[in-house]
């Protein structure tokens, strides 16, 4: 039997998405069906609108979502119909090569695949789904190992957001960078990402944890998520930071944004020796520059951190725990609680820099 559901799709480059009827593919063995109940709006998926990313069209978008299973193919195990689950855009397979020496986060079967065809149909045509998923969605259909069952005491838009903001900031503080207690931290760029690296270096026992944002507008959000300082970021911005800790420049940076200017930025604001966590996602073309001299005498650390250089299987549903027990506050991350319609006009909030996350509830 088929399935028809509504989902936001980009027809084809620089036309605005639009909600429209899609035919779901019928489920094979392994794969299961989810009807979304919550799906966060990304920066990732801004990027493969605004020109950042070049994906493939018509893209149904979306990928930080959690849902209810509904179907279950032949020989899945690792969840039932009625479970609660995350959506995971990066599953490990278990058996490449990266996954075999305990480097999930960047399983060859899906790295780096932005967007792919996954059987679900527009007016009979294939359509595409941003890293696996589409979740901007009202069902998906995924591979067995692109969920993660969680309690279902946990509601569902904070499940969504450990599905790639919350695990995605702080994983890169505590699995890349492994901010020690009394560090300093500087957070540059403040969505979804950025306030969970905040309240996770927070969380890590930093000294200082610095927050950086365009605008003064994000600094009740930094100072919620447990920032120490804000500073609206401008040229002088290496020359506060040193300021801020002892003339040395922060022990850390975290990189949100995704751009050669503020991966440059963070370089510069950290310490000698220090290191420098690059999180934000950004273009092919947008190069760094680094003085060959400036890279041996600084003996600063320039990192990657991908999907929280996590094992979601079990970082996942450890977030989960932690956010049931009290210890991890997500509510001051949700700033707009939207319709999947209401979708394109949070891109526009989050283009022009305003709120935290933006959740549609289906
Ligand atoms: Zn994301
Ligand atoms: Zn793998």
Known sequence: MSHYIRGLVVRSAGVPAELVELRLPE??????????RAAGVCHSDLSMINGTLRPPHPLVLGHEAAGEVVEVGEHVTRTRVGDHVVLNWQPACRTCWFCEHGQ??????????????????LDGAP????????????????????VIPVPKELNFEVAALLGCS????????RNTAQVQPGESVLVIGLGG????????????????VIAVDVTEAKKGLAEAAGATDFVVSSDSLSKEIRNLT???????????????????????????????????????????????????SSA??????????????????????????GKLDLDHLITDRITLAEVPAAFDRMSRGEGARSVALL
């Open 166 to 173: 919350v695990l995605t900031g702080s994983g890169a503080v």
């Open 127 to 146: 359509v595409h789904v941003t890293l696996g998923l589409g979740a901007f969605a009202e069902q998906v259909v995924a591979p067995e190992n692109a």
């Open 246 to 296: 002892g003339k040395l420049g922060a022990d850390h940076a975290i990189e949100c944004v995704g751009r050669a200017s503020t991966i440059r930025a963070a370089w510069r604001a950290t310490r000698r020796g220090g290191q420098v966590t690059v999180v934000g996602m950004g273009a092919a073309d947008d190069m760094v520059q680094l003085g060959a001299l400036d890279i041996f």
């Open 104 to 121: 999930p986060w960047l399983c060859s079967t899906s790295s780096g695949v932005a967007a792919l065809e996954n059987g679900l149909t």
């Open 300 to 325: 600063r650390t320039l990192k990657a951190s991908v999907y929280g250089q996590a094992d979601t299987d079990i970082e996942v549903p450890a977030l989960a725990r932690d956010v049931l027990d």
């Open 27 to 36: 489920i094979g063995p392994g794969q299961v069906r989810v009807k979304v």
């Open 193 to 208: 990402v950025g306030l969970s690296a905040v309240a996770a270096a927070r969380a890590a026992g930093a000294g200082k």
